[in-house]
C-alpha cells in the first residue's frame, strides 16, 4: 500500500487539507486531488511550461515540484487570476491580442507572463535584456520572447503571444 502524508496547500488564497503519497508532484495535486485543471500537463518533464503557476509571485513548472515542498507557500493558479468577473491585464490582453489558437498551452502562458513581468520589476536580467529594468512598458518582442522561452505553443501562436504581452506590460 502506498503511504500518504498530510499536507496542507494554500491555493488561490484559500488552504487545502490533503493527505498524498510523498511523490506527488504540484500539478497533480491540483489537477488530479483539488479538481484545477487550468493547469495543462503538456510534457511532465519541465520542457513545455504548460503547467507553470505561480509560487509566492515566481513563476515554476509545477510538474517538476513536489505538492509537499509547497506547504507555507502562496500558490497561485490560472484559476486564482481574475478578480471576479474582472480578467487580470494579462488576460485580458491575451483575449484581446486572440494570444491562443487551441489554448491548451494558455494557462501556462499567462501565469508564466505574470511572473515575467514581475521579475523585469525586480530587476532579474534576461539574455535579451537591454535597459528595460523596471521599464517594463520598454520591452522589446526579442526580450519577451528570449523571456518566455520556457512556454513552448504548439499551435505557433507567438506573433499573438507577444503582442498580447508587449500590451499587458504597460498596464500591468
Ligand atoms: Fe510541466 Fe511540460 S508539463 S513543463
Not at 486531488?33 to 513563476?59: E, I, P, W, Y
Not at 518582442?141 to 506590460?169: F, H, K, Q, T
Request: glycine fraction near 8%; hydrophobic fraction near 35%.
Amino acid at each position: 500500500p502506498i503511504s500518504r502524508i498530510p499536507m496542507t496547500l494554500t491555493i488561490n488564497a484559500t488552504e487545502h487539507a490533503l493527505e498524498l503519497d510523498p511523490r506527488t508532484t504540484l500539478l497533480d495535486a491540483l489537477r488530479n486531488h483539488l479538481g484545477l485543471t487550468g493547469s495543462k500537463k503538456g510534457c511532465d518533464h519541465g520542457q513545455c511550461g504548460a503547467c507553470t503557476v505561480l509560487v509566492n509571485g515566481r513563476r515554476i513548472n509545477s510538474c517538476l515540484s513536489l505538492a509537499a515542498q509547497h506547504e507555507g507557500d502562496e500558490i497561485t493558479t490560472i484559476e486564482g487570476l481574475a478578480d471576479g468577473d474582472q480578467l487580470h491585464p494579462v488576460q485580458a490582453a491575451f483575449v484581446a491580442h486572440d494570444g491562443f489558437q487551441c489554448g491548451y498551452c494558455t494557462p501556462g502562458q499567462i501565469c508564466s507572463a505574470v511572473g515575467m513581468l514581475e521579475e523585469i520589476r525586480a530587476g532579474w536580467p534576461s539574455h535579451a535584456s537591454t535597459d528595460v529594468a523596471a521599464r517594463p512598458d520598454a520591452l522589446s518582442d526579442a526580450e519577451i520572447r528570449e523571456r518566455m522561452s520556457g512556454n513552448i505553443c504548439r499551435c505557433a501562436a507567438y506573433p499573438n503571444i507577444v503582442a498580447a504581452i508587449r500590451d499587458a506590460a504597460k498596464e500591468v
